[in-house]
């Protein structure tokens, strides 16, 4: 009898104390700069080209959660004209400050309305949930 409590008890408990699957931080809101950038390969490791809606998220929160955001989508909205779009981790911004990223061409033009001269504008974000 006491072997089978002992046993439930160490199977619980190695249950309990297994490690969880990082999550990124779903519904808190973000707030930065978006700016644009040539695709190419990214950190996340694969090929990424002008037209995809993708970006790169800064280092901070890229290397907080060990690039496990890669793929992660975002709900990104343009704060001056609260525009938005859905776009995908694909890189890390190295000069990004934290809650700024770096966008395709395409995403950017779709959230500046096209004017690629503008550069940079102010964006809030959050993760979308993991399927």
């Known amino acids: 009898m006491f072997a089978k409590i002992f046993t439930a008890l160490l199977v619980a408990s190695a249950v309990v104390a297994a490690p969880l699957e990082s999550q990124p931080e ?3 809101t973000h707030t930065g700069q978006a700016t644009y950038f040539e695709v190419g390969l990214g950190a996340c490791g694969w090929w990424n080209v002008d037209d995809d809606y ?3 998220l800064n280092s901070d929160q890229y290397q ?3 690039g496990s955001n ?3 989508g975002i709900r ?3 704060s001056d004209t609260g525009k938005s779009i859905t776009v995908t981790v694909a ?3 190295p000069t990004c400050a934290d809650g700024s990223l770096d966008l395709s061409p395409a995403a950017f033009s779709e959230l500046s309305g096209g004017n ?3 550069g940079v504008f102010p964006i809030s974000w959050h993760f979308n949930r993991k399927d």
């Open 54 to 56: 993708i970006v790169a």
């Open 91 to 93: 890189d890390e911004c």
């Open 76 to 78: 990104l909205t343009n």
């Open 64 to 66: 907080r959660n060990g």
């Open 70 to 72: 890669c793929g992660q």
């Open 26 to 28: 779903k519904r808190i």
């Open 116 to 118: 690629m001269g503008e």
